[in-house]
Every structure is written in structure tokens, then in C-alpha cells.
């Protein structure tokens, strides 16, 4: 008889799209002993192996685990579709890439969730892995099923599949939570469980409950045992340079998405930006030294043959010894060809001096954000950006030499007009018309997305915009650069978007509609091809759930939130302010607190991270009794 391995080989591998996804056996990849390892982890990333393997969190989770004498961790991602026909026909069950042991035989099932509209992926994922979706089903034998990312900072949604949320960055809070892991195992399940919340950063929400008022409002979330904290709160790194980086990362023999050097240099952000979640959950600021990110460069070289460096953060013009990285990395590696690049610019000319120097070995095109196209918006959301900024880091852009520029855009945020609409359109127009004037054959890419409301941001209270409102405005643009033959225009599915505002502030009873959008065929929401709003319309309805009121409906500050009882590090009262300033008929914006002064927010001194010494940047008041403004000036 012929066993699942020998099948997957033989008939399965030879008839799938891409069967490199599913062989491992790549460069740097690390086999441990499985009879001799005591924490046998798999790092998940619930969508396909080419997303999951430009994922700089599956890099770092498989260099830290693997570090350990005592634990080996493994790889998986969720198989494309053919492969999962396949594998369900056959009985073939999901499995490492480095040993092939189906994934209820590890210890640990860790999950990366960085978008709600993989959630669906998360239930195949189990399913094929032989796991019991829920954590009521879950029996002592069975895997701790973890799950961090951005995404978990509402993890109410998916409270229902996941044993455990990590709350923060994983360096600082992995190895306390398998060292509990380890000492438990024998133990019934639930005893786990309750040792494992009472480790800071850890949310397991079967030890908690939800209380809802009679309007359907959730009233507040609380624990069932006094062992268990009321808020979980953030853990982060305090110091870069003292965590190990993955320096050997796994190096696909297939073609990944981002297919290069990914060099992280460093984390957080104090720009403010009001729609931004990740600028908000990764605070404050830190920094890795210039000296310990060329020696990391070196060793990344070495290790992987790649020949481009991407210089990775939230926003990497705000690197504080930014020029000088650059040249001690071209000194470094300009005769072997390697190129740097950025991800998107600020909008200066300074910006476009940076990317001259740091695209010096291969030219690609240049990536703007200004967010929104009129200056209101731009007030609104506080980006301190003006159309003249705009213009001038254009026409930089054009005598530098290039030719393609990217802009990138919202529509749909909070007090919003048809007008602000139109100013998008115009924008774009302007930075063409900046390069025809030069005699440039310029070309623009104006990328156009939809806002959606964000947990742990100043506007997670607003409603998103309908559907319908959404494809107004989209229309509006399509309308007004249908003449410019130098501009192609992007637009974002806005069912998609939809979906995403739904889950992204769900409470847990959003769990059941997942289910069943899993059971009727749901897989890869977040690809157009595969994403069905009639399915997901059709779910919530049998589950008596209103979509627009989780997406479009709008909060008041008094309504208890689903994630109020994870702590993010920024405080709730910083938050209302920030939207009211975006609220007043001249909207406020804010400065960066890293060079003016500090607006209250709490993340360094509840964190304790000093945002001056974590960059080695003098700047702005200093002192601890900075950190007392008050807040609620008007």
C-alpha cells in the first residue's frame, strides 16, 4: 500500500500549478532530529508559499525558534486550490516543508495574520492540517494554535479558531510562551491555557467574555478567571541591535514576490498619519544602528546571492543616519552590481536626492504617497504634504532621469467631498504635465485606494463608505483622466474593500460567518479571482449578521470597541483627540514628534522607550516631563 508521501510524489506534485511550493529542500533551510527535539513549532502564513516567503516575520519566527537547542521550526503555507483538491481527494494531509509530519503532530502552530482576508485560509489551513478548527474542539493532544501580526490587534474576529494571540513583537515574547509551552505539555488543555495568559503579551480569548447591550453594541469584553489580566498589553524590543536578525534566510528556488534582500532598519513611526494602523500598533521608534545594519548586510550577502537590498520600514527617508547607510552600503557592494531600493518616498526633494544616490547601480521607478489629492484631506489624515511639495519632488524626479512616477492615494476618507475626489484626479494631471513641460514622455501611475477604518487609530470610529459611494468616486477619476493618455489609473475591487472594513472591527460573533464562508467554498478572499461577496452577503445573513452595520456604520466614543481590552501602547484619550482635530472645520494636523514635541500618546513611556535614545537623535525636548503635555489642548 502506497502511503501519503509516495502519493504526493508520484501523482499529485506532477499535476499542480507550481509544484515547488509544496517540496521544501530550498537554500539555508534547517532539518532538525525530530525524535530528539522536544518544541516542534511550524510557522504558518495562510496564503500562498510566494507571499509567505517575502514575509519578513516567517524569516524571523524560523531563525529564533530554530536558535533553540531544544526546538525546531518548521515551514507551511496554504496550498493554492488545484493542490488542495488534490490533496483532499488523496488523504493527503498539510505538512512542514522540512520533515513532512502533518501539522497535528508539531507542539505549536503559529500563524502570521498581516490581512483579515486571509482569515478563511486560516480554517483550510487546520482543516487539511488534521487540527480541529475551534479551540472548544481541541483536545489535550491536540496543537497550540498561536496567531500574531497587525491583524491581531482586534483578534476578536477569529477568537473563536485560535488558541493564543501574541500581542507585540515576537523576539520579545516567543521564547517566554514556549518555555510554558514545554513546561506544560502533559497537562490537560485548559490548564495550558490558563498558564499561558498570565504571560505577558499573550491573549487567549476562550478565558474571556463578551457582554453586549440590548441595542447589539458590544458593552465590554472581560475575563473569566481572576489569573487573567483585564487588558493585555503590547510587548516590544527595547533595544534592535541587541535581537538576533536572520542573516541565513531561506532562499526559494521559485520566484517570490519581493525577491531580494529585505533589510529592516528600523521599527515604528511618529509621522501620525490618523488612518494608519501600522504607524500606531508599532510604536515608538527604534532604531538599529548604521554599523549593525551593514554588518547584517554583509552576512545577508554572503548567505542568500541575491543582488537587490530593499531598505525596509514605515517610513525609511525618517532613518536617521539614512545618507550615510547608503554610502557604506554602495562601498560595500556597488562593484558586485547590488542595488538598494525604497519603498515609497516622502514627498520632497530630498527624498528624490536620497533615491538618486541609493538607485545609482539600477535605476527602478519612484513611489510618492501623499494620501489624499486636495490639502484638505491632507489636513484631515495629517499628512503634512502640500501640492507645491508635490510639484517640486516631481519636477526633481524628472531632471534626475526618470520617467514613470507612482503616486499612491485614498479615497473614502472621513469628510470627504466629491471635490477632494476630483483634486486626486488633478494631482495626477499636474505631475504629468511637470514632466511633458521638460519634454519628458512622462508617465504616472496613480494608485487609488479605498480607506477602511482601522482599530487602535483616530478613526476607527468612522464608518467606512458604502460600496455604491465607492464606485461614485472611483467613477469620478475614471471620468476626469480618461483624456491623459500618460496616466494609468489603479483602483482597488470595492467588494473587497468592503470585506475587509467588515472583519477589520468585528466582534467575536463574526467567527460563525467565517465558518460558514469556509464550509461553502470561501479560500484566498483577498485575490480578485476567488473573492465572492454574494457568498459572504449570503453568510452573514443565515448567521443574522449585518454587514454594514460592522463596516459602514459609525461609533461614538462612549460604544465599547472589541479590541478595547488589548492594549496597543497608544492610549485611547490620544486617539479621540486626533480625530477631533481631523473633525474641526480646519482640521489640525500634527508635527513628528521626533523632531517638535511630544503629543501624548504614551507608547514610550508606558513602553519604556525613549524615542531619542532608541535613535541616537538629539532632537526636540528630551526630558521625562515632556511626556505630561497636555493632551487635550484645544
Known amino acids: 500500500m502506497q502511503t501519503w508521501q509516495t502519493v504526493l510524489e508520484h501523482e499529485v506534485l506532477p499535476r499542480v500549478d507550481k509544484p515547488a511550493r509544496y517540496t521544501g529542500g530550498e537554500w539555508n533551510i534547517v532539518v532538525k532530529d525530530w525524535d530528539r527535539t522536544d518544541l516542534r513549532f511550524v510557522v504558518l502564513y495562510p496564503d500562498t508559499y510566494e507571499l509567505g516567503m517575502s514575509n519578513l516575520a516567517i524569516q524571523i519566527i524560523y531563525d529564533m525558534v530554530n536558535r533553540r537547542e531544544d526546538a525546531l521550526c518548521e515551514r507551511a503555507f496554504c496550498p493554492w486550490v488545484d493542490m488542495e483538491a488534490l490533496m483532499r481527494k488523496h488523504e493527503i494531509p498539510l505538512y512542514g516543508l522540512e520533515s513532512r509530519h502533518p501539522l497535528n503532530e508539531f507542539d505549536v502552530i503559529g500563524f502570521s495574520l498581516g490581512y483579515e482576508q486571509t482569515y478563511t485560509n486560516v480554517l483550510t489551513v487546520l482543516d487539511l492540517g488534521r487540527v480541529p478548527l475551534t479551540t472548544a474542539e481541541r483536545g489535550d493532544a491536540d496543537p497550540i494554535v498561536l496567531a500574531g501580526g497587525n491583524c491581531v490587534f482586534n483578534p476578536e474576529p477569529m477568537a473563536e479558531f485560535i488558541d493564543c494571540f501574541l500581542i507585540g513583537e515576537c523576539e520579545e515574547v516567543l521564547q517566554d510562551f514556549l518555555d510554558v509551552v514545554k513546561a506544560t505539555k502533559g497537562r490537560p488543555r485548559r490548564e495550558r491555557l490558563l498558564e499561558l495568559a498570565q504571560v505577558p503579551g499573550i491573549y487567549v480569548p476562550i478565558l474571556y467574555e463578551a457582554f453586549y447591550n440590548e441595542d447589539g453594541t458590544l458593552r465590554d469584553t472581560r475575563p473569566v478567571s481572576p489569573e487573567v489580566p483585564a487588558k493585555v498589553c503590547k510587548r516590544v524590543v527595547q533595544d534592535l541591535d541587541s535581537i538576533p536578525y536572520p542573516t541565513k534566510p531561506v532562499v526559494s528556488y521559485m520566484q ?365 525636548d528630551a526630558k521625562g516631563e515632556k511626556y505630561f503635555l497636555p493632551v487635550l489642548s484645544s
Not at 511637470?434 to 482601522?454: D, L
Not at 462612549?558 to 474641526?584: M, N, Q, S, Y
Request: one cysteine or more.
Open 256 to 620: 517570490a514576490v519581493h525577491d531580494r534582500i529585505t533589510l529592516e532598519v528600523f521599527r515604528g513611526c511618529t509621522r501620525g498619519c490618523r488612518f494608519c494602523q501600522a504607524g500606531m500598533i508599532t510604536r515608538p521608534v527604534r532604531e538599529r544602528s548604521k554599523e549593525k545594519l551593514v554588518e547584517i548586510t554583509r552576512e545577508l550577502v554572503q548567505n542568500t546571492g541575491c543582488d537587490e537590498i530593499s531598505l525596509m520600514s514605515l517610513s525609511t527617508l525618517d532613518y536617521t543616519k539614512l545618507p550615510e547607510l547608503v554610502d557604506d552600503l554602495h562601498a560595500d557592494h556597488k562593484e558586485d552590481r547590488i542595488s538598494l531600493s525604497l519603498s515609497s518616498l516622502r514627498v520632497d526633494a530630498f527624498s528624490v536626492e536620497v533615491a538618486n544616490k541609493v538607485q545609482e547601480v539600477r535605476k527602478s521607478g519612484l513611489t510618492f504617497a501623499p494620501e489624499a489629492g486636495s490639502q484638505r484631506m491632507r489636513d484631515v489624515v495629517s499628512k503634512t504634504v502640500t501640492e507645491e511639495d508635490m510639484l517640486t519632488a516631481a519636477e526633481a524626479a524628472f531632471d534626475k532621469g526618470w520617467k514613470k512616477i507612482k503616486i499612491y492615494t485614498m479615497i473614502g476618507l472621513p469628510t470627504e467631498t466629491d471635490d477632494d475626489v476630483r483634486a486626486t484626479a488633478e494631482l495626477a494631471i499636474q505631475v504629468l504635465q511637470v514632466g511633458r513641460r521638460k519634454g519628458i514622455n512622462a508617465e504616472v501611475n496613480c494608485g487609488v485606494s479605498t480607506f477602511v477604518p482601522k482599530p487602535h487609530t483616530p478613526f476607527q470610529w468612522h464608518g467606512q463608505d458604502t460600496v455604491e459611494d465607492t464606485q461614485r468616486k472611483q467613477q469620478i477619476l475614471r471620468d476626469a483622466l480618461r483624456p491623459y493618455r500618460g496616466i494609468k489609473l489603479s483602483l482597488h475591487d470595492p467588494w473587497t474593500s468592503f470585506c475587509e472594513g467588515i472583519l477589520s472591527r468585528a466582534d467575536r460573533r463574526m467567527s460563525g460567518v467565517i465558518r460558514r464562508v469556509w464550509e461553502a467554498g470561501g479560500r484566498f478572499d483577498g485575490w480578485d479571482e476567488h473573492h465572492n461577496p454574494e457568498l459572504w452577503a449570503r453568510c452573514c445573513e443565515e448567521e443574522g449578521i449585518d454587514p454594514h452595520w460592522y463596516a459602514n456604520r459609525e461609533r461614538s466614543y462612549e460604544e465599547g470597541l472589541p479590541w478595547d481590552h488589548i492594549d496597543c501602547g497608544v492610549t485611547k484619550r490620544f486617539l479621540i483627540v486626533e480625530d477631533r482635530k481631523a473633525r474641526k472645520p480646519v482640521p489640525r494636523i500634527v508635527e513628528d514628534c521626533k523632531t517638535s514635541q511630544c503629543f501624548g500618546c504614551a507608547a514610550c513611556w508606558d513602553l519604556n522607550v525613549d524615542i531619542w535614545r532608541a535613535t541616537g537623535e538629539v532632537g526636540g
